[in-house]
């Protein structure tokens, strides 16, 4: 099996320790770093397969980090998961909106934080999803990228426009959180322009249209929607 490359950026001794410990503990190989512009010369050159940033680190920061990662042709695939307090929401949102793929709040559990490692690597990349399927079929939904079709249970239900991107976004990366602006910039481009609050009223149609299954629809919040992944076994 392949043996996953892990970079860890961050600069609490303590949190270094703990994630090098867990992730190593599941057979993953570990780098490890405090410095940000170390942690941007690190990734192009042993091309790691997914990154654990902390956003707070001296010199240059984690969003700084982010946003040089993500400019870059040759990094730019490799998944980020932002490590945060949970009262940075602003730069969780920022750091979503400049690439990053999740975020974890500290203080976190090894549980939670391997869970959503396991879940960022498994997940496929927006690049590389975009146009190869046809079909989406996610928990008792299929949506049918052709023929603009949703049905849940066999029983289809009818979607606006709008309605149907925004489900289609969600569901191309389940388990991954998409801030307004985010929803608002995959949509864009309509016969009229969506803003904020007008995701909030799309979110809210969707989910009554979808009945029970408007549930995987999760709000999170201060951050923005995400999809709910099915179990994996
Ligand atoms: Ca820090």
């Known amino acids: 099996m392949k043996k996953f490359k892990v970079l860890v950026v961050e600069d609490e001794a303590t949190i270094q320790e703990l994630l090098q410990f867990n ?29 654990l940033l902390d956003i707070m680190l001296p010199g240059t920061d984690g969003l700084e980090v982010c946003k040089t990662l993500k400019a870059s042709s040759k990094t730019k695939n490799i998944p980020i998961i932002m490590l945060t307090a949970l009262c940075e929401e602003a730069d969780i949102v920022a750091g979503l909106e400049l690439g990053a793929d999740d975020y974890v709040t500290k203080p976190f559990s090894p549980r939670v934080l391997l869970a959503r490692v396991k879940a960022a690597l498994r997940r496929p990349n927006a690049a590389t999803s975009e146009n190869s399927e046809e079909l989406i079929t996610i928990h008792n939904i299929i949506i049918d990228l052709t023929r603009h079709r949703v049905t849940i249970d066999g029983n289809e239900i009818i979607l606006t426009h709008t309605e149907f991107k925004v489900l289609k976004l969600m569901t191309t990366q389940p388990g991954r959180v998409f801030t307004r602006y985010q929803i608002v910039d995959a949509v864009h481009g309509e016969d009229y322009p969506v803003t904020d609050r007008s995701v ?5 149609g969707l989910r009554k249209k979808m009945g029970e299954a408007g549930n995987y629809i999760e709000t999170i919040r201060g951050i923005g929607y995400r999809f709910k992944e099915e179990d994996v076994i």
Not at 24 to 34: A, I, L, P
Not at 200 to 204: A, E, F
């Open 200 to 204: 909030d009223v799309q979110i809210v």
């Open 23 to 51: 992730l190593e503990r599941v057979n993953y190989k570990v780098k490890v770093t405090d410095s940000g512009e170390e942690a941007i010369k690190q990734a192009s050159k042993s091309n790691p397969d997914l990154i």
